[in-house]
Every structure is written in C-alpha cells, then in structure tokens.
C-alpha cells in the first residue's frame, strides 16, 4: 500500500503525460547507452585478442627467419666459400641400384638422394588358426585394384595368380569352408611394391614385405611344441622386422568374454606376448582377428575397451606386456577378415567357420595395419634418434633406423646422414616428426593423386594418406593405443 501512496503522489505532483513520457525515454536511452558500451568493450576484446595472435606470428616468422639465418651461417662456416642452397624436399634418384643403400648425403648440389632400399618388413605371428592367411588375402583383395586413394601393391604374375586364387577360394569354395593356414613348407615372404597410379602416371613409393609365417613356427617360438627346436631363420626374422603383428584368436578370445577363465586360451596369449616382448623388433601391433564373433549378448559388439579390460582381468601378463617401458609403438587393431556382414558363419559342432551363400565378402579393417606401419616406424626410429643424440650409443643406433625412416626424411627436406660416428639430422630431431607431418600436409591431399608423380612425390603422399587413416582410425577406436611411452 505504501508503494501505491507513493505512486498517486508522484503522479498528483506531476499530471503531465509529457513528463513521464519524457523519463520513460530517458530511462530507454540511459539502456541503450550502457549496451553501446557494453558492446563496444566486447569488440575492442576480441580487437585485442586478434592483435595480440598477429603480434605472435609475426614474432614466430622473425625468430624462424633469425634461426634459419643463424644455421645458414653455421653451414657457411663449416663449408668455406660454399654457397648454401635452401634444400628442396628432393630430387628424382639416380638410376636403380645407385642411391646410397642409407640415404646419401647432400651432394654439390645440396640435395639428397632416397635411398635405393626402401623395404618395410611386417612379420605376422600367431598361433595356427588364427586367421594370418585370411588377413593376408583380404589386405591384397582391399588394395589390389587401386581405388580412391590411387594406392596399389602390386606384385609378381606368380604371386599375383596364388593370391587371386587364395581369394576366389575364399568367396566360392563349395561347402563354403575356408582355405586351412600356412604349413611349414607354405612359409614365405611376400613382397609388393607399393604404387601411387593417377590417370596416366603411376610412380613407386616404396617396397612392403609381409612376412608369412607358419603357426607352427610360432609354436616351437613360444615353447609350445617341444617335438622341434625353434626354427633359426624364423627367429632371424622377427629381429629384423620393421613392424610385428602379434594375432589373438577373435575366436577364442570369446570364451574369455563371457567372465569364465580358459587357461588354455590364456596360456596361448601369454605366449605370444612372450614371443613378441623377447624380439629385438619394438615397434609392436596386436591384431584382435574375427572380431565378428566377439558379440554381446544383447546382439552388439564388444569394445576395444572390453577387451582389454577382461585380458587384464585374465592375463596379469598382458597388463605388464603393455606397461615394458622399452615397448615403442603398441597398438591393438581389431580386424574382420571375413567382414562384418554376416559372410561367415559358424561350421557347427567342429568349430571353424564357413560361408553363407548369397552375401559378398567384404573384409573389414584388413587395411589398418598398413596404414599405421610406416607413422609407427617413423615415430619410433625418431624417439631412438632423439634418445641416443649426443651418447656414445649414437654410432651403434646409427645403422638400426628403417630405410623407409631416412627416406621420408629426405623426402620432407630432413636430410639425414649416417655414418661415422653416427647421424646428423639437419633439424632439431625431437621436431622431426611434427615437421614430416606439416610438409606432407601442406602438399598433398587426402585421395588426390599429385597430377606430376615421381618416387619422391608417391612417398609423400603415401605418407600423408598413411596419416590421415591413422587419426581417423584412433577417432573410431580411442582406446586402440597401448603403448605408455614416447609421444604419437
């Protein structure tokens, strides 16, 4: 009542509507006056903001330019009365067989050559019955036909013809069983050249071994069989590997899914972790393979994350597999050989799988371990650079890093020399990796061929699509990362 009393004096005193019209504006424009400023103070932050990233830039580019300027000095000081050239990223290599076997260093001309050796061994292990030989045909089946990517291996006719027919096997053999694994005397290494192909140029980037292997071997390996002592060549092998990929059976995994221990199943894992850990080869993939049976109950598919919780729950061993501190990349990779579209079925009582009549093979993931092989290699050959820079170690590391290694580096204007008493990077090597990644990026795009191609540029744009499925593969599977040490 009192706010009332208030009110009637107030409009007693003052009867014009001209006045409270009046502060009714008043009031409006006193608002408007405080948003104004409001608004204003808002622009002039983001104004500062915006300046202060220029002001940044501009600091970075003039300390790049100071710091290119000062290592233009350094070389002009090593190389009296040289002219320093800006390396280009490369340059066409000699004639085959003449590069130098561990990436030249800068001639007259101060640019390097690739080296002539550019293998990448990948060496499969698994017990038998794990699907390796599956795994094998649906990755040349995925690229063997080139596609959007431009990337193909391609491989010698009498290769060719085994593989094309492994893969007919696959998808029309009456009864719908599949082919039986690897046998000792099947044991032998693939080699395909790795091929970016546009529309009328084609260029080869590089050379991929995969190694197959009987799981037989793997057996005598691990001390599973003591029948044979462990096969020599075999273990020369899997030290000289790039990348090894250590397969768990999908299919007997499951039997641990479901809670209840298998000490059988378990013994075989804990095997295979032990023959992998034993390698000299760090630089490590675990490939889940059937992952099509690892199904819920409710219909859906276990994670990744389900299953590395129940082998940590199963197998103490695992957990310390992961957590070796001299353990470089580790990845775990799940892999459908035979798809996820219900192509295979179970065979019955007998175990094993067959094929359902009517539904297309389309083998899933296959193409993963690929694609992260030469970024893991790359990674790990950059840490040990990076360990050993400035020890005595650096002469004895010198001669270990990966052929595919030093030609990337070329490629991305890195040169790299090895010798006597070790190796000289022409950039800080902890920055290698971040350096590599920028230059490919800038340069190629993802599934667009480079309209020029030659061996430098069909590297580079191998490398950066190899990139691009490794991020959009950890986007699906964040948990896939194993390894506790190093960056990625």
Same mark, same amino acid.
């Given at each position: 009542?009192?706010?009332?009393?208030?009110?009637?004096?107030?409009?007693?005193?003052?009867?014009?509507?001209?006045?409270?019209?009046?502060?009714?504006?008043?009031?409006?424009?006193?608002?408007?006056?405080?948003?104004?400023?409001?608004?204003?103070?808002?622009?002039? @932050? /983001? &104004? *500062? =903001? #915006? $300046? !202060? +990233? %220029?002001? @940044? /830039? &501009? *600091? =970075? #580019? $003039? !300390? +790049? %330019?100071?710091?290119?300027?000062?290592?233009?000095?350094? +070389?002009?000081?090593?190389?009296?009365?040289?002219?320093?050239?800006?390396?280009?990223?490369?340059?066409?290599?000699?004639?085959?067989?003449?590069?130098?076997?561990?990436?030249?260093?800068?001639?007259?001309?101060?640019?390097?050559?690739?080296?002539?050796?550019?293998?990448?061994?990948?060496?499969?292990?698994?017990?038998?019955?794990?699907?390796?030989?599956?795994?094998?045909?649906?990755?040349?089946?995925?690229?063997?036909?080139?596609?959007?990517?431009?990337?193909?291996?391609?491989?010698?006719?009498?290769?060719?013809?085994?593989?094309?027919?492994?893969?007919?096997?696959?998808?029309?053999?009456?009864?719908?069983?599949?082919?039986?694994?690897?046998?000792?005397?099947?044991?032998?290494?693939?080699?395909?050249?790795?091929?970016?192909?546009?529309?009328?140029?084609?260029?080869?980037?590089?050379?991929?071994?995969?190694?197959?292997?009987?799981?037989?071997?793997?057996?005598?390996?691990?001390?599973?069989?003591?029948?044979?002592?462990?096969?020599?060549?075999?273990?020369?092998?899997?030290?000289?590997?790039?990348?090894?990929?250590?397969?768990?059976?999908?299919?007997?995994?499951?039997?641990?899914?479901?809670?209840?221990?298998?000490?059988?199943?378990?013994?075989?894992?804990?095997?295979?972790?032990?023959?992998?850990?034993?390698?000299?080869?760090?630089?490590?993939?675990?490939?889940?393979?059937?992952?099509?049976?690892?199904?819920?109950?409710?219909?859906?598919?276990?994670?990744?994350?389900?299953?590395?919780?129940?082998?940590?729950?199963?197998?103490?061993?695992?957990?310390?597999?992961?957590?070796?501190?001299?353990?470089?990349?580790?990845?775990?990779?799940?892999?459908?050989?035979?798809?996820?579209?219900?192509?295979?079925?179970?065979?019955?009582?007998?175990?094993?799988?067959?094929?359902?009549?009517?539904?297309?093979?389309?083998?899933?993931?296959?193409?993963?371990?690929?694609?992260?092989?030469?970024?893991?290699?790359?990674?790990?050959?950059?840490?040990?650079?990076?360990?050993?820079?400035?020890?005595?170690?650096?002469?004895?590391?010198?001669?270990?890093?990966?052929?595919?290694?030093?030609?990337?580096?070329?490629?991305?204007?890195?040169?790299?020399?090895?010798?006597?008493?070790?190796?000289?990077?022409?950039?800080?090597?902890?920055?290698?990796?971040?350096?590599?990644?920028?230059?490919?990026?800038?340069?190629?795009?993802?599934?667009?061929?480079?309209?020029?191609?030659?061996?430098?540029?069909?590297?580079?744009?191998?490398?950066?699509?190899?990139?691009?499925?490794?991020?959009?593969?950890?986007?699906?599977?964040?948990?896939?990362?194993?390894?506790?040490?190093?960056?990625?």
């Amino acid at each position: 009542m009192g706010l009332l009393r208030r009110l009637l004096w107030w409009r007693n005193r003052y009867p014009s509507w001209s006045f409270w019209l009046g502060l009714v504006i008043t009031i409006l424009l006193s608002l408007s006056t405080v948003i104004f400023y409001v608004v204003l103070a808002a622009v002039c @932050l /983001d &104004l *500062v =903001k #915006l $300046i !202060s +990233r %220029w002001i @940044l /830039d &501009l *600091v =970075k #580019l $003039i !300390s +790049r %330019w100071i710091w290119e300027r000062l290592q233009d000095g350094a +070389r002009r000081r090593r190389l009296p009365g040289a002219t320093v050239q800006p390396p280009p990223a490369y340059r066409a290599p000699p004639p085959a067989n003449q590069g130098h076997p561990d990436g030249s260093p800068p001639g007259r001309d101060g640019r390097a050559d690739l080296p002539a050796d550019r293998r990448v061994r990948i060496l499969v292990l698994g017990f038998p019955g794990c699907g390796k030989t599956l795994m094998l045909a649906g990755l040349y089946y995925y690229f063997a036909q080139g596609g959007p990517t431009g990337i193909r291996l391609s491989t010698d006719q009498e290769s060719n013809g085994r593989l094309l027919s492994l893969v007919a096997q696959i998808r029309t053999t009456p009864g719908g069983y599949f082919p039986p694994g690897t046998s000792v005397t099947e044991t032998r290494a693939w080699s395909f050249t790795v091929k970016v192909e546009s529309a009328d140029q084609d260029a080869d980037a590089f050379t991929l071994e995969y190694l197959d292997y009987a799981g037989r071997l793997v057996e005598e390996l691990a001390g599973a069989r003591t029948d044979d002592p462990p096969d020599e060549e075999f273990r020369r092998a899997v030290d000289n590997a790039d990348v090894l990929m250590g397969v768990i059976d999908g299919e007997q995994l499951m039997k641990l899914m479901s809670g209840s221990y298998e000490a059988e199943v378990v013994d075989r894992i804990d095997r295979l972790l032990n023959v992998l850990i034993r390698a000299r080869q760090r630089n490590i993939h675990l490939v889940v393979s059937k992952w099509d049976l690892l199904v819920r109950g409710d219909g859906g598919h276990y994670t990744m994350a389900d299953v590395r919780r129940t082998l940590a729950a199963m197998s103490p061993a695992f957990g310390n597999f992961q957590r070796n501190p001299r353990l470089g990349k580790l990845r775990m990779i799940p892999v459908a050989a035979l798809g996820m579209n219900g192509f295979a079925v179970s065979a019955g009582a007998g175990g094993g799988m067959m094929r359902k009549s009517g539904v297309e093979w389309c083998p899933w993931n296959v193409e993963v371990p690929f694609f992260c092989a030469v970024p893991d290699i790359i990674r790990y050959d950059v840490d040990k650079m990076a360990a050993a820079a400035g020890t005595p170690s650096q002469a004895s590391l010198a001669r270990s890093i990966a052929r595919i290694t030093l030609a990337v580096l070329a490629v991305s204007g890195l040169t790299v020399k090895v010798g006597v008493p070790g190796f000289t990077v022409n950039c800080p090597i902890i920055e290698a990796v971040q350096r590599i990644r920028q230059y490919v990026g800038d340069r190629y795009a993802r599934c667009s061929v480079p309209a020029s191609l030659d061996e430098g540029t069909a590297i580079g744009y191998v490398v950066n699509e190899c990139y691009g499925w490794v991020d959009e593969f950890e986007r699906r599977w964040p948990d896939s990362r194993l390894s506790m040490r190093g960056g990625w």
